[in-house]
């Protein structure tokens, strides 16, 4: 099952990231699991260098944005 | 990676070649004392140069980037380009009169050159898209 991370310790922005994702799952009809990662630590040890970030399959894919649904899509298909 | 979450401060990415000369390390202390400042956010030329996935993804993705080279030799820009990283902003300091050497005595005078030639380019730009 893909796996979708939504790296961000819990702003406004880290949460509209996550609701994409969802969104973004519920398009695709596709069972695919979506979690918060909200550890200083663990975020870090993606390299990125600002959040929210979104990460695929343990890919990054975004970082200091937040994609629509339809282009997360793109990347759980 | 900023401790606060989302912070709309370092939108400008600083990359420095951080060689081993005295333009490698005038790049490596004026992006240290950039990052200081606020002006920007002093990131991992290296990780980029491993291809770390999130190192480049947060270099395609940032507004703003410049890459500090010591030398003509350009290794932050080959990296740059070996990574298809569009490099948006380019110092190399070789280019602004200073002399590549192996005195790691850095001056004062050099790195406020340094920081100062970073800061007009990057003014410069902002003013062109204006």
């Known amino acids: 099952m893909k796996k979708i991370e939504v790296l961000g310790m819990g702003c406004a922005n880290c949460n509209k990231l996550y609701q994409n994702a969802l969104a973004a799952v519920k398009l695709s009809g596709r069972e695919v699991e979506v979690a918060k990662i909200e550890d200083i630590q663990k975020i870090m040890s993606y390299g990125v260098m600002s959040t929210p970030a979104l990460v695929v399959d343990g890919v990054v894919k975004a970082v200091g944005k937040i994609p629509k649904p339809e282009e997360i899509k793109e990347w759980i298909k | ?130």
């Open chain 2, 1 to 130: 990676m900023s401790q606060d979450c989302c912070a709309s401060e370092g939108n400008i990415m600083i990359l420095s070649c951080s060689g081993g000369s005295n333009v490698g390390q005038l790049a490596n202390q004026a992006a240290v004392e950039l990052t200081q400042e606020g002006f920007g956010k002093m990131y991992c030329l290296a990780g980029i140069g491993a291809h770390l996935n999130g190192f480049v993804q947060s270099a395609k993705d940032v507004p703003d980037l410049i890459v500090i080279d010591g030398c003509s030799m350009g290794c932050g820009k080959g990296i740059m380009e070996q990574s298809e990283v569009l490099l948006k902003n380019y110092l190399v300091l070789t280019d602004i009169g200073i002399e590549k050497n192996k005195n790691f005595n850095l001056t004062r005078d050099d790195i406020e050159k340094v920081k100062q030639a970073v800061r007009d380019i990057l003014r410069k730009q902002n003013k062109a898209a204006s």
